[in-house]
């Protein structure tokens, strides 16, 4: 599947982004997504992210320090995984990227982990300040 990530900028302490993954390709609606993010000298870790809890139940996932800020969400009529990020603070800024695994069971807990994704986008640059 092929994934295009857009919506990043720069924005004010406290402000709001929504950032956008759009995927294409065979099947894109069988694909769980997780957000990623990098930051100056640091390693790519996980965000957010959105698999399946049941047939018809989406599991959300999220790191400790977006809870509460940050939302994910899927429109599957559009393959598009969203992140809303409310309340940035500058050490959200990072460029961040959205990546893919297959679904493979009715219960699919994405993973946390970067190596478990087969795709991933390009990233969009997130700044945070004043």
């Known amino acids: 599947v092929q994934l295009q990530a857009s919506g990043g900028g720069l924005v004010q302490p406290g402000g709001s982004l929504s950032l956008s993954c759009v995927a294409s390709?065979?099947?894109?609606?069988?694909?769980?997504v997780g957000w990623f993010r990098e930051a100056p000298g640091k390693e790519r870790e996980f965000v957010a992210a959105?698999?399946?809890?049941?047939?018809?139940?989406?599991?959300?996932d999220y790191t400790d320090s977006v809870k509460g800020r940050f939302t994910i969400s899927r429109d599957s009529a559009r393959n598009t995984v969203g992140l809303q990020m409310n309340n940035l603070k500058a050490e959200d800024t990072a460029v961040y990227y959205c990546?893919?695994?297959?679904?493979?069971?009715?219960?699919?807990?994405?993973?946390?982990?970067?190596?478990?994704?087969?795709?991933w986008g390009q990233g969009t640059l997130v700044t945070v300040s004043s």
């Open positions: 390709g065979r099947a894109p609606s069988s694909y769980a």
């Open positions: 959105i698999g399946w809890g049941g047939p018809n139940k989406y599991y959300t």
């Open positions: 990546a893919a695994v297959r679904r493979h069971t009715v219960v699919f807990i994405p993973s946390r982990s970067t190596s478990e994704y087969t795709d």
